[in-house]
Structures are given as C-alpha cells and as structure tokens.
C-alpha cells in the first residue's frame, strides 16, 4: 500500500521560515515526479511548486524566490523550504506524488495535508 505522508506544518510570523517534508512509503514503489499544492480557507486548492524525476523545479509566481523545492530520491522524500512567510501562505499543505507500484500502476498520490499559519 502507497502512503504520501506530510509533516512541518505550524505557526509561524510574517518574514519567518518553515520547512515541509513528505514522504512516500510503500514495497517496491517508483517515486517519480512531486509537487507541492495549497488551499487556503474559502479558496481553491492551487499549485505551489513541483519538482521533476530530473530535478527539474517550477515555481508559481506567488513564492519565486521565497520558497525553494527539493527532494532526496534514496528517501522518496520532497522538501518545501519556505522563507519570508507572509499572512497570505496560509493555507493547508499537499504533497501530490506521482508513484509507480506493481499492484496499482503509476498514478498520482495526495497526503492528507498539514497546516501551515503565517500570523502575528
């Protein structure tokens, strides 16, 4: 069974830092691409940035130069570094992974979310 898991979520004030993980789990998985997305309250769920099989990276407007995505291919593992935090990053956290499994095939996974509050 294939699990997208994210943590790093909380409180933190305008111009601070948050880091995002997610991890995807599973026998004899095949991670390939990842990506961040964000809902905010009363909002549609939109794209934050994402990062190819080739490392390959790509932002959304709203975070270039703010938020940087990486990912550590030995651990099935994507990282969201987010810096100048402002009031309107609030939103809740997906991890969206593309993972290839022997029993389902390659499709997209999405983690259950983690908030993330700018606020002072």
């Known amino acids: 069974q294939v699990q997208v898991v994210e943590t790093g979520g909380g409180l933190v004030r305008p111009g601070g830092s948050l880091r995002l993980s997610c991890y995807a789990s599973?026998?004899?998985?095949?991670?390939?691409?990842m990506g961040w997305y964000r809902q905010a309250p009363g909002k549609q769920r939109e794209w934050v940035a994402d990062?190819?099989?080739?490392?390959?990276?790509n932002y959304a407007d709203s975070v270039k130069g703010r938020f940087t995505i990486s990912r550590d291919n030995a651990a099935n593992t994507v990282y969201l570094q987010m810096n100048s935090l402002k009031p309107e990053d609030t939103a809740i956290y997906y991890c969206?992974?593309?993972?290839?499994?022997?029993?389902?095939?390659?499709?997209?996974?999405w983690g259950q979310g983690t908030q993330v509050t700018v606020s002072s």
């Open positions: 969206k992974s593309s993972i290839s499994s022997p029993w389902s095939g390659l499709r997209d996974y």
């Open positions: 599973g026998s004899a998985v095949k991670v390939y691409d």
């Open positions: 990062i190819l099989t080739d490392g390959s990276t």
